[in-house]
């Protein structure tokens, strides 16, 4: 009996071995079937292809649950990232969790603690290692979870629960194999999302850097230029082909070219932004003012790769400042006259001009309103005037305006005037020019007079006659004949000039008139303008004529419209045709039915490299390869017989000369009189330069991507979207002008992220309207009131629905000009206002009407003494403690100021005596005060006031505070002498 028991375990064993090896077969194939769907599954993201992995990986395993969670070993924690549909449906939590920390996990992050799967047939058996779930989870009765690793590192762990039998360690063997291909699936999802964003990053990269105004040069570390934009083309004038590998030199001046060279030195070794303003120098020559900011660009292991050069042309800021200067000399030396009043009509500034046509000097000029030198009816009418303008906000203009000198003599005025707006657009006064017309009066009754020798020369022609004034151009008369054809009413006619009619510009008008006044020139071909807006060509006769010894243009003019209208419509149906096929730069040809060319205009001669002569009779496939030549047959065989153009892309042609380029076409039918095919029309167009761009383009990607990157110029692009702007990009100087925070905003609105700068929402809506730069500056608070910063803002539209905002930071600069205009008005030493300042403050009240004021000097009595007993520090602290006394005793709108070592001046505006001699009693009941409470070091001083009343002189009342001043300093003496030991 032993044999046979040996046998039956024997057959047992095999039998077992035989229907695991099945078992494991069906389980791989299973495997394999999943990793097939997985691999053919189009997921639209990693998330979307790891849910449906983790699908795969429950059926694979018969489970009825699962999730995946990624995981960290840097920070040790989970994050949930996938959830299987029962999970989700069978969990009640009311608010799950998503991220964990590996240290709070029990059961299920054991496969990251023993870096191994995990499995439990029976969850509701003790073990030492569960914790439990929260309320509402999805009941568990088995489950196994295994670490997923990539690259010796657990990136995630999976998880399977309630599988109907047990899991076992064939499960845990095609789970574990099915992720790990799942895994190595996943990274190349991801690394292909990467790619297309990269490709998308880079094409709008390279579109902000073409779109912006500035110019935009990458350069070698060296110097050598490799980066040309748009914008540095515009400015320099150099085609990108003609500047790239010069050295970044060739731009600058030659006065400025070792200051351009030393700068990129610097920033080679520093590794730091500078900036610099200098001459630069155009192709054609031309020298020019540029603000240029350098910085360098690093690669991927922070190695110099280049330099980045944003140059932008401020010639038209310096040439403003110039016109500024100009402008100032100009309103000071014109013969029309420059005034301005405030609101209640009090002339605050007014030009020598001004002056002299109102019959007054300067001095008595300034302070007085318009009604003290009109009388009331004139003052009147001119109020009306000043209301409109301040109720309409729109110019006005008073033709004749009387008003009297200071001997009462009228004079005529041509008064225009505007109103003057704050920075706030509030109304704060208004402007007015001033034209004497006194003498056009006298001239306008000269020719009433002369009148009657000329009338009947015009009334009875039927000729348009005009008599014209050559030295300003205005119609002097004009007959019945020429008001009918320009059809204006006869006084309206003589307000214009010639200029109104004359197509011309006004500088070519007068010269053609000195022709006929000076050269003897009589006959001219002009165009006019009739009141309809109608242009018409008109044949002119003049002649020069004397009127009461001034000498007039008569002229005599002729329609010649109809004449002109013939000899335009036949040139027109002359060169009709060749104009057409000559202006186009489009290829176009006509062949044969046999495909011989017939035609072929001046583009395609230059397409193919050969003369209309050596063309016309040659067949097509004469410039053709047999492929192409089959491929433009089959294309023309298509339009035979259907009567349909045809297009045929990306062909090569043969040039004369040898060379292939390539090309694209649109072919259609030429049909006789009766619509029978008698050849073929054909449209090319040479695509050579355009296929070679887009590859350049191509390569260039990264390179435009690296130069907007290391751009020192925080530079946003705001994209319209719906009616907002979201922030669609920034470079890296963005970042570190905004701070981290700016990477929450992307795809935000601009009104949120500017939320406490509203005018930049607005600016950014004003360029994209305008589709042109527009420009800003003023302080940027962004948090705390203290990190303000002073910034100019250049916003550029990048088309089609783009705007890039260059943000200038000039904080130092802003601060250094306030800075100094302090200092230049302020001592040093008090805070109170410095010598220089109490001067202008003298003149500028002095020559005002501004009654009464108030005047008050004070000297130190025992300056001296300090210093020569206690030393300067002493002397300097009595000076000072002087300056905080007075800043106690007086207004802020009160002008202190110290004038001297020891000497200080008080004026106080609109202060009557009485109010000034409180102030002097406030002042010495201070003093008392400070002295009780000084330690050591008390203070005495002398002052002395006077006040200027309606007439007096402001110099004359200083000098009398002064005289009292001294006064009472000779009397303390006199009593601290008498009251000292005897």
């Known amino acids: 009996m032993r044999p046979f028991y040996i046998e039956t375990k024997i057959n047992d064993v095999l039998k077992y071995k035989s229907r695991r090896m099945k078992e494991r077969g069906r389980s791989e194939k299973r495997r394999l079937e999943s990793l097939l769907r997985i691999s053919q599954y189009r997921a639209d993201s990693v998330q979307e292809f790891l849910d449906f992995a983790l699908s795969e990986a429950i059926a694979l395993t018969g489970s009825e649950l699962g999730y995946i969670c990624l995981y960290d070993e840097q920070t040790r924690r989970f994050i949930v990232n996938t959830w299987s549909k029962g999970a989700m449906d069978a969990c009640r939590i009311p608010d799950p969790q998503t991220t964990f920390e590996l240290g709070t996990t029990g059961l299920w992050g054991e496969a990251v603690r023993q870096a191994k799967p995990f499995m439990i047939n029976d969850y509701s058996a003790p073990h030492p290692l569960k914790k439990g779930y929260p309320k509402g989870h999805a009941p568990l009765v088995r489950f196994m979870t295994l670490p997923v690793t990539n690259q010796g590192e657990i990136v995630a762990v999976l998880g399977l629960a309630n599988k109907p039998v047990n899991y076992t360690d064939a499960d845990v063997h095609q789970a574990s194999l099915l992720m790990a291909s799942v895994w190595q699936m996943a990274e190349r999802k991801k690394a292909e999302d990467a790619l297309i964003r990269s490709e998308r990053r880079a094409a709008r990269l390279a579109a902000i850097v073409n779109a912006s105004g500035d110019a935009i040069i990458g350069a070698t570390p060296e110097g050598l230029i490799t980066d040309w934009n748009p914008g540095a083309e515009e400015i320099y004038g150099y085609a990108r082909q003609d500047i790239l590998g010069h050295p970044f030199t060739t731009l600058i001046a030659p006065e400025g070219r070792q200051q351009a060279a030393a700068m990129i030195e610097a920033i080679r070794k520093s590794r730091h932004a500078d900036r610099q303003e200098t001459l630069h120098l155009r192709k054609n020559g031309q020298v020019f003012y540029a603000s240029v900011s350098a910085s360098v660009m690093l690669d991927n292991q922070d190695r110099l790769s280049g330099l980045s050069f944003i140059s932008r042309d401020v010639s038209q800021r310096k040439k403003k400042e110039a016109e500024l200067q100009r402008y100032r000399d100009f309103i000071e030396n014109i013969s029309d006259g420059c005034f301005e009043t405030d609101l209640a009509g009090k002339i605050t500034y007014a030009n020598e001009a001004a002056g002299r046509h ?21 003052s009147r009418r001119a109020l009306a005037v000043f209301q409109k303008i301040y109720d309409t906000g729109q110019p006005a203009i008073i033709d004749d305006f009387i008003i009297y000198d200071d001997s009462d003599q009228p004079r ?90 004359n197509v011309l510009n006004k500088k070519e008008v007068f010269e053609e008139m000195e022709k006929a006044r000076f050269q003897g020139r009589n006959h001219f071909y002009f165009r006019h303008r009739l009141a309809d807006g109608d242009i018409r060509p008109v044949e002119v006769f003049s ?76 067949n097509y496939r004469r410039i053709a390869s047999p492929q192409t030549a089959a491929r433009m047959l089959d294309v023309s065989n298509l339009t035979f017989r259907t009567g349909i153009p045809s297009s045929l892309l990306d062909y090569e042609i043969i040039r004369k000369d040898g060379s292939i380029r390539l090309q694209e076409m649109n072919t259609g039918l030429i049909r006789d009189s009766s619509g029978a095919p008698v050849g073929f029309h054909v449209m090319a167009r040479d695509i050579t330069e355009k296929r070679k761009a887009e590859e350049a383009l191509r390569q260039g990607e990264e390179r435009i991507r690296l130069l907007f990157n290391n751009i020192p110029v925080p530079t946003f692009v705001w994209r319209v979207q719906d009616d907002d702007f979201i922030l669609a990009e920034f470079n890296a100087s963005a970042l570190q002008f905004i701070g981290s925070r700016i990477i929450d905003f992307v795809g935000k609105p601009a009104a949120l992220f500017f939320r406490r700068m509203p005018q930049i929402p607005s600016d950014i809506r004003q360029c994209l309207n305008l589709r042109r730069t527009v420009e800003n500056q003023f302080w940027y608070v962004e948090g705390d009131e203290a990190d303000k910063r002073y910034v100019i803002i250049k916003y550029a539209f990048a088309p089609p629905d783009s705007v890039l905002m260059h943000v200038n930071d000039i904080t130092g600069q802003k601060r250094a000009e306030e800075d100094l205009q302090y200092i230049s008005v302020h001592d040093s030493l008090t805070g109170l206002f410095n010598r220089f300042y109490a001067d202008a403050e003298i003149k500028r009240l002095a020559a005002s009407r501004l009654r009464p004021i108030s005047v008050i000097v004070i000297d130190l009595n025992d300056l001296k003494k300090v210093n020569d007993e206690q030393g300067h520090a002493a002397g300097d602290l009595y000076i000072r403690n002087t300056a905080t006394l007075l800043k106690q005793t007086f207004r802020p709108e009160d002008m202190a100021a110290r004038i001297g070592g020891d000497e200080f001046l008080i004026l106080l505006p609109e202060v009557d005596e009485p109010t000034c001699a409180q102030a002097i009693t406030r002042l010495h009941e201070n003093l008392f005060r400070f002295n009780q409470r000084a330690a050591g070091l008390p203070l005495s001083l002398s002052a002395g006031w006077a006040t200027a009343c309606r007439e007096d002189n402001l110099m004359e009342r200083i000098r009398e505070a002064d005289a009292r001043m001294y006064r009472e300093k000779a009397l303390i003496k006199a009593v601290c002498e008498s009251s000292g030991p005897h």
């Not at 020429?482 to 006619?493: K, S, V």
């Open 358 to 378: 109102m019959g007054r000097s300067p001095q008595t000029f300034m302070g007085i309103k318009n009604r003290d030198c009109s009388n009331s009816e004139e």
């Open 412 to 501: 005529h005025l041509e008064l225009a005037a505007s109103l003057i707006r704050d920075s706030q657009g509030q109304p704060i006064g208004f402007r007015a020019t001033t034209r004497d017309k006194s003498e056009h009066f006298r001239m306008q009754e000269v020719l009433k007079l002369n009148e009657a020798r000329y009338r009947k020369i015009f009334q009875d022609s039927k000729a348009v006659m005009l008599l014209i004034d050559p030295d300003n151009g205005s119609i002097a008369d004009a007959n019945e004949a020429a008001c009918l054809f320009y059809g204006y009413p006869r006084e309206r006619l003589l307000s214009l000039k010639i200029t109104d009619i």
């Open 543 to 618: 002649s020069v004529i004397a009127v009461e010894a001034k000498q007039m243009l008569f002229s005599i003019i002729h329609d010649i419209s109809a004449r002109i209208e013939a000899e335009n419509a036949l040139r027109s149906s002359e060169e009709k045709y060749r104009n057409i096929l000559t202006g186009i730069h489009d290829g176009y040809f006509e062949l044969d039915l046999a495909g011989n060319f017939t035609f072929a205009n001046e583009a395609a001669c230059d397409i193919l490299g050969y003369e209309l002569r050596e063309i016309v009779g040659m």
